[in-house]
């Protein structure tokens, strides 16, 4: 007898992906689905745009008119740089509404479903709503700029802007995150909005030094993270003198009061972060 040997076919075998890469993969898959509900078509990007350049063209001039006088600082510029501690709060907290929709009539039981880690939902939904904010923010500068803002552009002073922008949005969205998974309804959070977007603004000092009030509010200021944020913010694109960090924290080393300052921002980052987390799991959890 002969033997004879089969040559069985080579058996496809399946790798799986790194988890590095595949968690790289569904955040990227996540941030584009969100960004396609967020803008949709040009008017929803548009829109938005419209609230900075009118702050930059109209209403920080005319606060230039009748605001106060700051030593050493061109108001316009102080009232433009301001603008920004409404716009990324603001920008933020509207975000939480798509998120509320999403789980009321979107598609987040699917997204639960789907074989990716839940904490990616919620830094995909952060992504998209820093990448909007930020849209903002640069057409507020630019729009303040062309107006005739007197603003300084160096590598540390950007640097300095830009961490404490995108540690105040960290923030906010954490906020924003947390109220969405608590809240029921889409009314009830629109109404919480207002107290939480728009009145610490008139606290931490974007229309006028937070020493012009009274010291009870003085001291509730110098604990708002938004109050730390526009002091570094404004060392970095217009006050060098650090007057807005001096009536923080009294020192006379501006690079140390911007330092602490942003570090208090990023220790607020971390907690509504951390507590957004948690809120969102355990809303899916019940």
């Known amino acids: 007898m002969s033997a004879t040997t089969v040559t069985l076919p080579p058996v496809a075998v399946r790798r799986e992906q790194p988890k590095a890469t595949a968690a790289l993969s569904a955040f990227t898959t996540l941030t584009g689905r969100r960004l396609a509900l967020s803008a949709r078509t040009p008017r929803e990007l548009l829109v938005p745009l419209l609230t900075p350049v009118l702050f930059a063209l109209v209403i920080a001039p005319a606060l230039a008119s009748i605001g106060p006088t700051i030593p050493g600082l061109d ?17 933020c907290m509207f975000s939480g509404i798509g998120v509320i929709i999403d789980r009321e009539n979107g598609a987040r039981r699917d997204l639960l ?21 930020a849209l903002q923010v640069i057409v507020l500068i630019i729009a303040a700029a062309l107006r005739g803002a007197d603003l300084t552009t160096s590598a540390s002073g950007i640097a300095w802007f830009l961490g404490a922008a995108l540690l105040l949005g960290i923030a906010m969205y954490g906020v924003a995150e947390t109220l969405s998974n608590r809240i029921p309804t889409v009314e009830e959070y629109t109404g919480a909005l207002p107290a939480i977007a ?5 606290f931490a000092g974007s229309l006028f030094p937070i020493t012009a009030l009274p010291w009870a509010l003085t001291g509730l200021a110098r604990l708002l993270p938004l109050t730390h944020a526009l ?14 960090l001096h009536d923080i924290w009294g020192m006379s080393n501006a690079t140390l009061m911007a330092g602490l300052s ?25």
């Open 231 to 244: 002091a570094v913010m404004r060392y970095g694109l217009l006050d060098h003198n650090a007057s807005g």
């Open 198 to 202: 728009i009145v610490p603004f008139f």
């Open 113 to 133: 479903a789907a074989p990716v880690s839940r904490p990616l939902i919620v830094l995909a939904n952060l992504a998209v709503a820093l990448m909007i904010t």
């Open 75 to 91: 108001y316009m510029s102080f009232a433009a740089v301001g603008t920004v501690g409404l716009l990324i709060p603001l920008n």
């Open 262 to 286: 942003l570090a208090v921002v990023a220790a607020y980052a971390g907690l509504f972060s951390a507590v957004a987390l948690r809120t969102f799991r355990k809303s899916v959890e019940s």
